[in-house]
């Protein structure tokens, strides 16, 4: 079992930044693919980045959010820069047992409680 808990939330003006984190537990961190979706309010839960030993970004984030991870700290993080209104969503670290990319949500198997990401205009 792994438990996924994110952090970094917030409330930021367009055209900031900032950075969550997601710590997860369980000795096999390493070998799992990290992804990071995002639910704005009633739109569906949609895919915004995701890494094993490379990348795979949303279009909408591509060139504004990195998402890394540090294995020593069982971490996964995501840079959001550039914020704009439309990226306000809960943000959800998701862990997939795997070492597929993929963006598909019902792919990953943990996910973290969520954190909330507000951009001001």
């Known amino acids: 079992q792994v438990q996924l808990v994110e952090s970094g939330g917030g409330l930021v003006q367009a055209g900031g930044s900032l950075r969550l984190s997601c710590a997860a537990s369980?000795?096999?961190?390493?070998?799992?693919?990290m992804g990071w979706f995002r639910q704005a309010p009633g739109k569906e839960r949609e895919f915004v980045a995701a890494?094993?030993?490379?990348?795979y970004y949303a279009d909408s984030v591509k060139g504004r959010f990195t998402i890394s991870r540090d294995n020593a700290k069982n971490t996964v993080y995501l840079q959001m820069n550039s914020l704009k209104p439309d990226d306000t969503a809960v943000y959800y670290c998701?862990?997939?047992?795997?070492?597929?990319?993929?963006?598909?949500?019902?792919?990953?198997?943990?996910w973290g409680q969520g954190t909330q990401v507000t951009v001001s205009s």
């Open positions: 890494i094993n030993r490379s990348t």
């Open positions: 998701a862990a997939r047992r795997s070492t597929v990319l993929t963006g598909t949500e019902k792919l990953y198997d943990y």
């Open positions: 369980g000795r096999t961190f390493s070998s799992y693919v």
